[in-house]
């Protein structure tokens, strides 16, 4: 299954909304994850289940969608937000990432 | 505190194998899937593979870049998982990442990440 994501990078300000996509290649029902990487860092699981917030997550992060559509939306940019997202597919093996959005200060 | 701590990088020659390990502590290791993950340099993330949990076996799932190059094992009495790779190619040179991976609902999150260990392969 192929992983879409879009745009690959965007410039916003902080209190901005921001809202990120993430295609499928065929449908995945709702079995999707996002996650946040800072340079250097280990990735951070943020929302699972396509909409579920992980434990500790800012309210300001949410997801949507289910098949082959989902969208990452951060409410109000916050400082720590600057870093790159990717999404993850668990429907069927091998599991695929998309290509990440890169999220960077206007 | 939940922990995974990977080790074992470390450059190596083409054609080469290395053994990296990942030792996990404060949760019951037998209960959860898991994952190997890499990124290599100024890219994106690329899913390796998983060991199961004990209840379906530990039965293990390949990324097909990787398959019949490397196994992944579990050590239950030291909380340990391992990834053995041999035949390894420069487009292997990577960060591995150890990876907990908890089901909810029939959601496989990738929940507890370890801090990375690098791989280098060249001559």
């Known amino acids: 299954i192929q992983m879409t994501q879009s745009p690959s990078s965007l410039s916003a300000s902080v209190g901005d909304r921001v809202t990120f996509t993430c295609r499928a290649s065929q449908d995945i029902k709702n079995d999707l994850g996002w996650y946040q990487q800072k340079p250097g860092k280990a990735p951070k699981l943020l929302i699972y289940?396509?909409?579920t917030l992980q434990s500790g997550v800012p309210s300001r992060f949410s997801g949507s969608g289910s098949g082959t559509d989902f969208t990452l939306t951060i409410s109000s940019l916050q400082p720590e937000d600057f870093a790159s997202y990717f999404c993850l597919q668990d429907d069927s093996y091998p599991l695929t990432f998309g290509g990440g959005t890169k999220v960077e200060i206007k | 505190e939940v922990q995974l701590v990977e080790s074992g990088g470390g450059l190596v020659q083409p054609g080469g194998s290395l053994r990296l390990a990942c030792a996990a502590s404060g949760f019951t290791f037998s209960d959860h899937h898991m994952d190997w993950a890499r990124q290599a340099p100024e890219k994106g993330l690329e899913w390796v593979g998983r060991s199961r949990d004990k209840s379906r076996g530990y039965r293990t799932e390949y990324a097909a870049s990787v398959k019949g190059r490397f196994t992944i094992s579990r050590d239950e009495s030291k909380n340990s998982l391992y990834l053995q790779m041999n035949s390894l190619k420069i487009e292997d040179t990577a960060v591995y990442y150890c990876v907990r991976v908890t089901s909810v609902r029939g959601s496989d999150a990738l929940d507890v990440w370890g801090q990375g260990t690098m791989v280098t392969v060249s001559s």
């Open positions: 289940a396509a909409s």
